[in-house]
Structure formats: structure tokens, C-alpha cells
């Protein structure tokens, strides 16, 4: 049996099209053992009407202190299938992608999958912007981290313990990397998997929105401390966050040699000039970023989430 759980917050026409992606998943590979879980955080839209629209569609409301990982979590251990779907409710299925990671007869071709993925970029006033890949891919390939779309047997979903619901962003990252610590690795086919419907992730409003919620502490100061002994955290760290290494590295040989700050601090700018590509608003983006996480990898500790579930009728 496979469980398609959706998860969304104010999604509006994205989450129309995404339960009737699923459904014609359904439809199109023929599924017999099957079931629909949405898990509403609490929208103020008419996302919750739009779901009931659909026949056979399990709904669990949630209230209180949300995040994904929670919704993630609340539709898992209310469902009843052998392979978990996840999906956001601003992502569309493809149909055929099914036929090439599951099989009615077999299950998943492998514990934990995912796909690559068109990005249907809009503004705040839900204008097309641009489409884009994910990511180019030439072949299939196993790697350590996931996104808003996988699927998982139900027995690696429970070796981990699922979600951690500490993370409000990256919760996502977080159980991949748990999972290639128990040597269990995502297996990203080539083919597009499901359309996402989002705000350009390069939107300087979206940029400084995430930053003023301090989204990155959970994302990254957090992730970090948590995998500190998980080597396969320090690629994604080498990749994405080279200058707060610059940072570190930089404070730790000032206090070993103060003469040579200048040097040292100089290198760090450097760095941040590169990678901000020369725009003023981007270095000053990236070092503010910096600067917090390191101060998050020291005193960040998020509080325990409170939250209420109910099934919706």
C-alpha cells in the first residue's frame, strides 16, 4: 500500500492542482491499495474547502506552534501504507514518474527516492516568471539529502524515528542526512518528478523575509551542531556555506595571532565579495547571515512545539 501525505499552509490553486496530480497518479498506474492524507498548519485560506472537494481524502487540521517537519510527522503516523509519498501542497505529481520507483507487486526499487524537478518560479502577485530544473542530470545518481518530495518504505521512515520536529525549515535535509548515516541513500532519478509552484528563491524580498524570521538558524546553525559528527554533513557545508568556515577559521587565528588580523580579516572579506558577486546588498546579506549562524551554532536552541491535531469531518 503507498500513502500519498501532502502537507501545506495557504496554498490556495497550487494545492487544487497538486491533489489532482495525485489522483491522477492513481488513475494512470492503476493503484488498488491506496490513500490521500493532507495536513492542513493551520491555513486562513479556503485550503481546507478545496481538499474536501476531492472524494477518499483523509484531512488532519493542525493548531499551535507548526513547522513541516510536524506535518510530516502527524500524516506518517496516521497512515497505513508499507511506502510514504510526501509531497508539498505547492507541488504537482507527474503520473509516469511512479512507474519508474514503485511497483504495486514490488513496493519502491529503492528504501528512499526522489526525483528532479521543474521549479515554476512566480512573484508575490502569482505571475510566471521562469521555469527551471532543479537541477541538470545526465544520469540517475545517490545522494545524502532530499527536498520537499520523496518516497520512503515505512521501515527507514521508522529506523530514524522520522521527523525531528526541532527543525521549522530543512527538516527535510536533516532526515537524509540521518538516513546516510545509517548507510540508507536517496536515490534521485533523473526524470521530473513533480512541477513546484513557488516564489523565486533569488527574490531579494524572499531573501530578506527568511532572513527577519531567521530561518537559516534551523537550516543551517542547528543542522550543523546536530551533524557535527556525521561526515556527511561537511560536504553540504563545504558547498553552501564556505565563507562562516572562513568566519570560524578567521576568529580562531585572530586569537592565535592578533598582528596578522588584518590578513585574516582581509581573506574573509575577500571571500564574501566573491561569493556576493560583487553586489553590495549581497555581501551585506551574507555576512549578517554568517554572523548569526555562528552566533546560533553557540546559543540557538529552539523551544518544543506545542500543537493540537484534529481530523476534519
Given at each position: 500500500m503507498i500513502s500519498f501525505i501532502v502537507i501545506g499552509r495557504n496554498e490556495g490553486w497550487k494545492l487544487t492542482k497538486s491533489i489532482q496530480s495525485i489522483?491522477?497518479?492513481?488513475?494512470?498506474?492503476?493503484?488498488?491499495?491506496?490513500?490521500?492524507?493532507?495536513?492542513?498548519?493551520?491555513?486562513?485560506?479556503?485550503?481546507?474547502?478545496r481538499v474536501k472537494k476531492f472524494n477518499d481524502v483523509i484531512i488532519f487540521k493542525l493548531s499551535g506552534?507548526?513547522?513541516?517537519?510536524?506535518?510530516?510527522?502527524?500524516?506518517?503516523?496516521?497512515?497505513?501504507?508499507?511506502?510514504?509519498?510526501?509531497?508539498?501542497?505547492?507541488?504537482?505529481?507527474?503520473?509516469?514518474?511512479?512507474e519508474l520507483v514503485y511497483s504495486k507487486e514490488n513496493g519502491l526499487v529503492h528504501d528512499f527516492m526522489s526525483g528532479n524537478w521543474m521549479n515554476y518560479y512566480y512573484n508575490f502577485s502569482d505571475e510566471l516568471l521562469r521555469k527551471e530544473k532543479y537541477k541538470e542530470m545526465k544520469t540517475d545518481a545517490y545522494e545524502k539529502v532530499t527536498g520537499g518530495f520523496f518516497l520512503i518504505n515505512k521501515k527507514s521512515w521508522d529506523l530514524v524515528g522520522g521527523i525531528n520536529e526541532d527543525f521549522k525549515i530543512s527538516e527535510d535535509i536533516d532526515i537524509g542526512l540521518r538516513l546516510a548515516k545509517n548507510n540508507i541513500f536517496l536515490l534521485r532519478k533523473m526524470?521530473?518528478?513533480?512541477?513546484?509552484?513557488?516564489?523565486?528563491?533569488?527574490?531579494?524580498?524572499?531573501m530578506w523575509q527568511d532572513f527577519l524570521k531567521m530561518d537559516h538558524l534551523y537550516g543551517r546553525?542547528?543542522?550543523?551542531?546536530?551533524?557535527?559528527?556525521?561526515?556527511?554533513?561537511?560536504?553540504?557545508?563545504?558547498?553552501?556555506?564556505?565563507?562562516?568556515?572562513?568566519?570560524?577559521?578567521?576568529?580562531?587565528?585572530?586569537?592565535?595571532?592578533?598582528?596578522?588580523?588584518?590578513?585574516f580579516v582581509s581573506i574573509y572579506c575577500i571571500s564574501l565579495v566573491i561569493r556576493?558577486?560583487?553586489?553590495?546588498?549581497?555581501?551585506?546579506?551574507?555576512?549578517?547571515?554568517?554572523?548569526?549562524?555562528?552566533?546560533?551554532?553557540?546559543?540557538f536552541f529552539p523551544k518544543r512545539n506545542i500543537f493540537s491535531i484534529e481530523k476534519e469531518n
Amino acid at each position: 500500500m503507498i500513502s500519498f501525505i501532502v502537507i501545506g499552509r495557504n496554498e490556495g490553486w497550487k494545492l487544487t492542482k497538486s491533489i489532482q496530480s495525485i489522483i491522477d497518479t492513481i488513475e494512470y498506474n492503476d493503484l488498488l491499495s491506496f490513500e490521500i492524507i493532507y495536513v492542513d498548519s493551520d491555513s486562513s485560506d479556503d485550503s481546507i474547502e478545496r481538499v474536501k472537494k476531492f472524494n477518499d481524502v483523509i484531512i488532519f487540521k493542525l493548531s499551535g506552534d507548526l513547522n513541516a517537519g510536524i506535518a510530516r510527522n502527524v500524516g506518517a503516523q496516521n497512515s497505513k501504507g508499507d511506502v510514504l509519498f510526501f509531497i508539498d501542497g505547492d507541488m504537482e505529481v507527474q503520473p509516469k514518474f511512479l512507474e519508474l520507483v514503485y511497483s504495486k507487486e514490488n513496493g519502491l526499487v529503492h528504501d528512499f527516492m526522489s526525483g528532479n524537478w521543474m521549479n515554476y518560479y512566480y512573484n508575490f502577485s502569482d505571475e510566471l516568471l521562469r521555469k527551471e530544473k532543479y537541477k541538470e542530470m545526465k544520469t540517475d545518481a545517490y545522494e545524502k539529502v532530499t527536498g520537499g518530495f520523496f518516497l520512503i518504505n515505512k521501515k527507514s521512515w521508522d529506523l530514524v524515528g522520522g521527523i525531528n520536529e526541532d527543525f521549522k525549515i530543512s527538516e527535510d535535509i536533516d532526515i537524509g542526512l540521518r538516513l546516510a548515516k545509517n548507510n540508507i541513500f536517496l536515490l534521485r532519478k533523473m526524470d521530473i518528478g513533480v512541477i513546484h509552484h513557488t516564489i523565486d528563491y533569488r527574490d531579494k524580498k524572499r531573501m530578506w523575509q527568511d532572513f527577519l524570521k531567521m530561518d537559516h538558524l534551523y537550516g543551517r546553525s542547528l543542522l550543523y551542531r546536530k551533524h557535527f559528527l556525521n561526515i556527511h554533513m561537511y560536504h553540504r557545508l563545504f558547498r553552501m556555506d564556505y565563507t562562516l568556515i572562513l568566519l570560524i577559521l578567521s576568529i580562531i587565528l585572530i586569537l592565535l595571532l592578533p598582528e596578522l588580523v588584518v590578513v585574516f580579516v582581509s581573506i574573509y572579506c575577500i571571500s564574501l565579495v566573491i561569493r556576493g558577486k560583487l553586489s553590495p546588498e549581497n555581501i551585506v546579506y551574507n555576512f549578517l547571515r554568517d554572523f548569526t549562524v555562528l552566533m546560533g551554532l553557540l546559543f540557538f536552541f529552539p523551544k518544543r512545539n506545542i500543537f493540537s491535531i484534529e481530523k476534519e469531518n
